[in-house]
């Protein structure tokens, strides 16, 4: 991780009126840009919810929280933001700061305790 700041990781989720599927969906991919040096954001991706169609979940890594607000006031987020008439419940927006990041190497240390 980088520096002593915690990462932010940010789940977005959409409900999306079953007629307005498509504009959320254009809506979200004219979003879309690979992350930019400078911008703080590492990563980010648009996933459907494997039981409900109509559901969106937005997930961004930011480097910290600096980055995310200045995110939070862009215009980009405000178009987001403009999607709530598209939408059948109000946009649900979890922030999570994160202090420790593990990777692949604790998943087989772990394995191999339990074998």
Same mark, same amino acid.
Request: charged share 20%; no cysteine; proline share 3%.
């Given at each position: 991780?980088? +520096?002593?700041?915690?990462?932010?990781?940010?789940?977005?989720? /959409?409900?999306?009126l079953p007629e307005k599927q498509k504009e959320v969906i254009q809506?979200?991919? $004219?979003?879309? $840009?690979?992350?930019?040096? +400078?911008?703080? /954001?590492?990563?980010?991706?648009?996933?459907?919810?494997?039981?409900d169609c109509n559901v969106f979940h937005l997930i961004s890594e930011?480097?910290?929280?600096?980055?995310?607000?200045?995110?939070?006031?862009?215009?980009?987020? $405000?178009?987001?933001? +403009?999607?709530?008439?598209? /939408?059948?419940?109000?946009?649900?927006?979890?922030?999570?700061?994160?202090?420790?990041?593990?990777?692949?190497?604790?998943?087989?240390?772990?394995?191999?305790? $339990?074998?």
């Open positions: 991780m980088r +520096g002593a700041a915690a990462m932010i990781i940010v789940r977005t989720i /959409l409900n999306t809506t979200l991919l $004219s979003m879309v $840009s690979p992350p930019a040096d +400078g911008t703080g /954001l590492l990563h980010w991706g648009i996933y459907t919810d494997i039981e930011w480097e910290n929280r600096r980055h995310l607000n200045r995110h939070l006031n862009s215009d980009t987020f $405000s178009v987001l933001l +403009g999607t709530k008439s598209l /939408l059948s419940k109000p946009i649900e927006i979890y922030i999570h700061q994160v202090a420790a990041v593990e990777n692949i190497d604790v998943v087989y240390a772990v394995r191999k305790e $339990s074998s």
